[in-house]
């Protein structure tokens, strides 16, 4: 079992959908969650950063975290066509340690 | 946020030579820093974690002597791939956590190396 799953299936949504991602992890260690968004051909920018668990908005952005269930969710309300691009989800032990990450959702908002 | 900031942002060489790719953060101190590559449409691998003042860590199944990292100082880690064949052409990405505390890791923009 890969520490991180996410299924990688390409996503298209009409402009202003909400967009749900989500991705388990089976390490219990893990109290670090990032979602990254990047570009095609950039380094990947980082967009929610969750400690625990519980729920962080930031904007259109709403990112949860069920550490219970192992599961992380990243939400977008009112997607826009410049939300199309690669997501990522990553998560950690602490302590500088390395990043586990997902294998990436490419989402397409069409306008 | 943070800055990380990638020198070259694409390289083509021939084969057999040898390219260095440099790391900096702009705004922070990094002790640590991380070399990813990445080939098209997939997801990010590790190769080695870049730890100033001593040597690199090696992911499992990446040659420490073709890929040469030096964390020469607080800002600055150097990726040199030594004797670059095509296999080597790829999207090679650092990060760097601008703190202990949280492992929130900032991305470079990328170097695309193209090997001829």
């Known amino acids: 079992q890969k520490e991180v799953e996410q299924d990688p299936g390409p996503l298209s949504v009409p402009e202003g959908a909400i967009v749900s991602l989500n991705c388990t992890y089976s390490?219990?260690?893990?109290?670090?969650f990032m979602w990254y968004r990047q570009y095609s051909r950039k380094g990947p920018e980082l967009l929610m950063y969750t400690y625990s668990s519980g729920n962080k908005e930031d904007g259109r952005f709403t990112a949860q975290v069920d550490k219970s269930s192992k599961y992380i969710s990243l939400f977008i309300r009112d997607s826009q066509p410049s939300d199309s691009a690669t997501y990522l989800c990553?998560?950690?032990?602490?302590?500088?340690?390395?990043?586990?990450f997902g294998k990436g959702n490419q989402v397409v908002v069409i306008p | 946020g943070a800055v990380v900031s990638q020198h070259p942002s694409w390289v083509i060489c021939k084969s057999g030579t040898s390219v260095k790719i440099e790391c900096r953060s702009l705004?922070?101190?990094?002790?640590?820093m991380f070399w990813y590559r990445q080939f098209p449409k997939q997801s990010l691998m590790l190769m080695a974690t870049s730890n100033e003042g001593s040597k690199a860590t090696y992911e499992q199944g990446v040659e420490k002597d073709k890929f040469l990292i030096n964390h020469a100082s607080l800002t600055l880690s150097t990726l040199t791939v030594t004797s670059a064949h095509p296999e080597d052409s790829s999207f090679y990405i650092c990060?760097?956590?601008?703190?202990?505390?949280?492992?929130?890791?900032?991305f470079g923009p990328g170097t695309r190396l193209t090997v001829l």
């Open positions: 990553a998560m950690s032990a602490g302590g500088n340690n390395r990043l586990a």
């Open positions: 990060s760097a956590p601008k703190t202990a505390a949280t492992d929130t890791q900032y």
């Open positions: 390490n219990s260690a893990f109290q670090y």
């Open positions: 705004d922070f101190q990094a002790t640590t």
